[in-house]
């Protein structure tokens, strides 16, 4: 089996692509475009198995996409790629619809023409799965149910509304050209070889430089964190057993405030790697302006990928986030190449 999978030199990409790698029997055409949160070292390690070939190039390539499609005959299409980080969405949303929309219009216009000529047979196993976001629902109030999958889409960031959108696409490629979709709205991710412009490894970097930890606001902001290997394993399900036109939930049941999450990374460092002076990390948390329009609380009900497909998250957030930050104490040099003079002036941007 071959799968195209797209943006999988970043983040959540890069960590599919290595654990379905690992299970054999399936090759990985990945095509990146590599912008500053795609990483080439993320895959180093796989580089040079004969199941992994890389392709330099952007998902509103529409020849470039068709070239792929039929050379390899992937079984599936995964769409990884994506602008996804919200203060950047503000600061510079047509970043955002370009990628987001225009490249995931295209992206599936090419799949649906491929797999329009494809035999019956393959036509019938194969898929286009739309890895997406929980942000396309809006913000919930403390007491609020979860959102599961019938809620309706009220983004409220140039980065969620361009994911709403392209959820909104790959829906009616389904139901207009029967094109065989799948979506996933997963909460957010963290773990290894994430770019550290996102709240978990922006602080456990920080602290081990002995910077100050920005909250913003008052930190009591809730999220719903998900450890990203175990939304790769809920992907791989949905991928194999779900149900084509279907959306899943996928999150980490694990609600907790940034100012927790905070609190909970300077006790784990702490731990493993106390500060030269003896203070806890603590001291470090420094408050600051709330970003426009900061959603209040995400939180997914993941009853119906637990019910149908037998899948649930394996790790807590306390043995998850000490996984986390053992692989930064371990992965200094990676630290060091992907943190650019782009990204410092980016950091003295946003949180200055």
Same mark, same amino acid.
């Given at each position: 089996m071959t799968i195209l999978v797209t943006g999988g030199s970043g983040f959540i990409g890069s960590n599919f692509i290595r654990n379905v790698l690992l299970l054999g029997n399936v090759s990985i055409v990945n095509i990146d475009k590599l912008t500053y949160a795609g990483n080439s070292e993320n895959l180093?390690?796989?580089?040079?198995?004969?199941?992994?070939?890389?392709?330099?190039?952007?998902?509103?390539?529409?020849?470039?996409?068709?070239?792929?499609?039929?050379?390899?005959?992937p079984r599936a299409v995964i769409n990884f790629a994506a602008e996804s980080h919200v203060d950047r969405s503000i600061a510079s949303p047509e970043d955002f619809i370009a990628t987001n929309v225009v490249g995931l219009f295209r992206l599936l216009n090419a799949s649906k023409d491929y797999w329009s000529d494809l035999g019956q047979k393959d036509k019938d196993v194969f898929r286009f799965l739309q890895v997406s976001t929980d942000e396309v629902y809006g913000s919930l109030?403390?007491?609020?149910?979860?959102?599961?999958?019938t809620n309706r889409f009220e983004p409220n960031s140039p980065y969620s509304a361009s994911k709403a959108a392209a959820d909104h696409l790959v829906r009616a490629y389904h139901h207009t050209y029967g094109l065989p979709t799948l979506t996933t709205n997963c909460s957010n991710n963290y773990g290894p070889f994430q770019f550290p412009e996102k709240l978990i490894p922006l602080?456990?970097?920080?602290?081990?430089?002995?910077?100050?930890?920005?909250?913003?606001?008052?930190?009591?902001?809730?999220? =719903?964190?998900?450890?990203?290997?175990?939304?790769?394993?809920a992907i791989l399900s949905v991928l194999n057993k779900g149900l084509i036109g279907e959306t899943y939930?996928?999150?980490?049941?694990?609600?907790?405030?940034?100012? =927790?999450?905070?609190?909970?990374?300077?006790?784990?460092? =702490?731990?493993?790697?106390?500060?030269s002076s003896g203070e806890s990390y603590e001291h470090l948390i420094e408050y600051v302006t709330d970003r426009p329009g900061h959603d209040r609380r995400y939180a997914v009900d993941i009853t119906k990928v637990k019910?149908?497909?037998?899948?649930a998250p394996r790790q807590s957030f306390g043995s998850g986030i000490k996984k986390t930050i053992q692989w930064y104490?371990?992965?200094?040099?990676?630290?060091?190449?992907?943190?650019?003079?782009a990204y410092r002036e980016w950091v003295a941007k946003q949180y200055g």
């Open positions: 180093s390690d796989v580089e040079g198995s004969r199941s992994y070939t890389f392709v330099k190039g952007d998902i509103g390539d529409s020849g470039l996409i068709n070239e792929l499609l039929i050379k390899h005959k109030d403390s007491l609020d149910p979860a959102f599961s999958e602080m456990i970097l920080n602290a081990l430089d002995g910077k100050g930890l920005p909250v913003y606001g008052d930190g009591q902001q809730i999220r =719903d964190w998900l450890y990203v290997t175990d939304h790769c394993d939930n996928i999150g980490g049941e694990s609600e907790m405030t940034n100012l =927790d999450v905070v609190r909970k990374i300077c006790d784990v460092l =702490d731990e493993l790697r106390p500060s019910k149908e497909l037998g899948w104490l371990d992965n200094q040099e990676w630290i060091d190449r992907v943190r650019s003079g």
